[in-house]
């Protein structure tokens, strides 16, 4: 679900990638970026524009979690967390699995989109959080970029979002020793 998070918040918020600066998409374009973001081959969502302007609200929340968890801020991180539990009334269930057996979900407090994706999402943080791995969730420290990512890494050594703004950083750096 933190993928999922990170998906949401890159596509949903305002800020920069890399140098562009970028805008969540306008009213009318918003339903069918969230589609994308969230469909899978087994799953086809049903997105209208009022469930996709409550995504981009969810995405708003999603970014003050990844950036004070980034920033070491951990009570920030756990209060919007806990907000959103709150709110979303996550409760675990354990669901058939792909494949069989059973896996552990967390669904909300009614069906629909916003509900469903933010309880899984907080849920998904709030263990990240609640764990040792609240320090995996950062922010690009490539500046302007401002895109989130979990650290995957097996040394928990991830600094950007991407390889390109990995290289970006790296060829500056070496420019500037050059000098």
């Known amino acids: 679900m933190t993928e999922q998070a990170c998906k949401l918040v890159n ?5 920069h990638e890399g140098t562009q600066a970028i805008e969540p998409p306008p009213r009318g374009q918003r339903a069918q970026v969230v589609h994308d973001l969230l469909a899978r081959p087994d799953y086809d969502p049903q997105v209208d524009e009022a ?18 968890a980034a920033g070491d801020d951990l009570d920030t991180a756990a209060t919007t967390v806990n907000e959103l539990l709150r709110e979303m009334g996550s409760m675990p269930q354990l669901d ?15 069906p629909g989109l916003v509900v469903g994706w933010g309880a ?7 263990l990240a959080i609640g764990s040792d791995l609240a320090g995996r969730l950062g922010v690009c420290q490539a ?7 979990v650290d995957t890494s097996k040394n928990a050594g991830r600094r950007f979002c991407s390889t390109r703004c990995q290289s ?3 060829a500056a750096a070496h420019r500037a020793r050059q000098k």
């Open 11 to 15: 596509a949903l918020t305002p800020g």
């Open 168 to 170: 970006r950083v790296k």
């Open 96 to 110: 058939r699995a792909r494949g069989g057996g059973w896996a552990l979900h967390f669904h909300g407090r009614d």
């Open 120 to 126: 899984g999402i907080a849920a998904g943080l709030a």
């Open 143 to 149: 500046e302007p970029c401002d895109r989130v990512f």
């Open 51 to 68: 469930s996709a302007d409550g995504m981009v609200v969810l995405a708003e929340s999603l970014r003050i979690v990844f950036e004070a």
